[in-house]
């Protein structure tokens, strides 16, 4: 178990720019979500997939967001034209569970810090 | 929709000090409530998870207890040590609403030598 992986753990980008950020989640676990949180904050639901189904999303979640999970393992979070509002840490988590048992631990990685200039 | 609330925001103690900290929530149909650890520029640890069933769970010197009906939890600390200073965050998922779990903006604490 080497934890939940979030790659890269920083970036900077200018206003306008296309950013995508990786999450790597333990690798038995089939359900994974992402968080934002801004300082001060406690994280905000994004969007949730079970398997390679993204089964909720956020209303924070504008159409310049997407989240896809392809084969059920790693996923991928898009900004496109990034705004200055977008500056958060973005959180990935991970679990397992099946059916309606929502009763095991969600395991965070350790974010990707995003700074819009 | 679910408010949740911690306080205090911030605490600093002695180290060996016993602390509680406090969550409340407005919405009590909920699944389960979490506290967690964040560590500063971290990502969250879970530290326990009670059921909505469950009245308390504990972990080592950490004590989580839950009243559904009132929309309180607390989480006590024994034997406070410099090692626990970090932001404690108790988040709760609801019964009949999404996948989502809804966080409190969390107790700065500080144990102090």
């Known amino acids: 178990d080497t934890g939940v992986s979030q790659d890269p753990r920083h970036k900077i980008t200018k206003r306008g720019q296309n950013v995508t950020f990786r999450c790597d989640p333990i690798?038995?676990?089939?359900?994974l979500y992402w968080y934002r949180q801004t300082l001060g904050q406690g994280p905000e639901f994004l969007t949730y997939?079970?398997?390679?189904?993204?089964?909720?999303k956020s209303r924070l979640l504008s159409d310049r967001f997407s989240a896809e999970r392809p084969k059920g393992s790693f996923s991928t979070l898009e900004i496109q034209r990034t705004e200055q509002g977008d500056s958060a840490m973005y959180l990935c988590?991970?679990?397992f569970g099946w059916g309606t048992d929502y009763n095991s631990p969600l395991h965070f990685g350790n974010g990707t810090r995003l700074t819009v200039t | 929709k679910q408010e949740v609330t911690q306080i205090p925001a911030a605490l600093s103690v002695p180290e060996g000090e016993n602390l509680v900290l406090n969550c409340s929530f407005t919405?009590?149909?909920?699944?389960?409530l979490q506290w967690f650890r964040q560590d500063p520029g971290k990502g969250l640890t879970s530290l326990l998870l009670?059921?909505?069933?469950?009245r308390e769970q504990t972990s080592g010197r950490l004590n989580a207890s839950l009243d559904k009906s009132s929309g309180r939890s607390t989480l006590y600390i024994a034997a406070s040590q410099p090692g626990d200073s970090a932001t404690y965050l108790c988040?709760?998922?609801?019964?009949?609403?999404?996948?989502?779990?809804?966080f409190g903006k969390g107790t700065s604490l500080l144990v102090t030598p």
């Open positions: 988590a991970s679990s």
């Open positions: 690798s038995e676990h089939n359900r």
């Open positions: 997939f079970q398997n390679e189904a993204q089964l909720e």
């Open positions: 919405d009590s149909a909920i699944y389960n």
């Open positions: 009670i059921q909505s069933s469950q």
């Open positions: 988040a709760v998922k609801n019964l009949n609403s999404g996948y989502a779990l809804n």
